[in-house]
């Protein structure tokens, strides 16, 4: 079985994204998944292309035992192929995501971050930029709780996979 691929997108890929891949690595590790789960982030503008996530995102993910090591890049359309499941942390992202994708195959792949919430408390991430420390803690808060009922999903799926029959 081919690798399961989560493409995480925000604005600017400088703060949410980078964070959910973070808090999804520790994850996917923790499991022992590393070999069928890979993950990456990107944002929908390239102004911060080339940049190491905002500095005060990694210092509260830090203190959380999250290393945010990417470096900002945009979508690109060959991700709308490569990846399994391409999540947006708000219904904006979402939105221009699925305008985005090349047909309707593809856009079926985006979805918005807190669908998969298990506390269901917000319904999208908000951006933590123009906010102080507890934005940032938030935002932490939020993706530990959905990125962890993401991996569960994906867990479900792939087991229902490797239990149907092959037809060869």
Known sequence: M????????????ICRSPSAEAV???????????REVEVDS????????????????RAHAARRGYRLDS??????YADFERFDLIIGMDVRNVEQLRQM????????????MMEYSRNKLYDYVPDPYYGGASGFELV?????????????RIKQE???????????
């Open 24 to 34: 999804m690595k520790k994850l996917v590790a923790d499991a022992g998944l590393e």
């Open 158 to 168: 792939r087991l229902v996979l490797a239990d149907k029959p092959s037809l060869t």
């Open 140 to 152: 932490l808060d939020l993706l530990e709780d959905a990125c962890a009922g993401l991996l569960e």
């Open 42 to 57: 990107a944002g929908l503008i390239a102004y911060h292309e080339g940049e190491q996530a905002d500095a005060r995102m």
């Open 101 to 112: 994708a090349p047909d309707v195959a593809t856009s079926e792949k985006v979805h918005a």
């Open 71 to 76: 470096i900002s890049r945009p979508v690109r």
């Open 2 to 13: 081919e690798k399961y691929k989560v493409l995480f997108v925000c604005l600017g890929n």
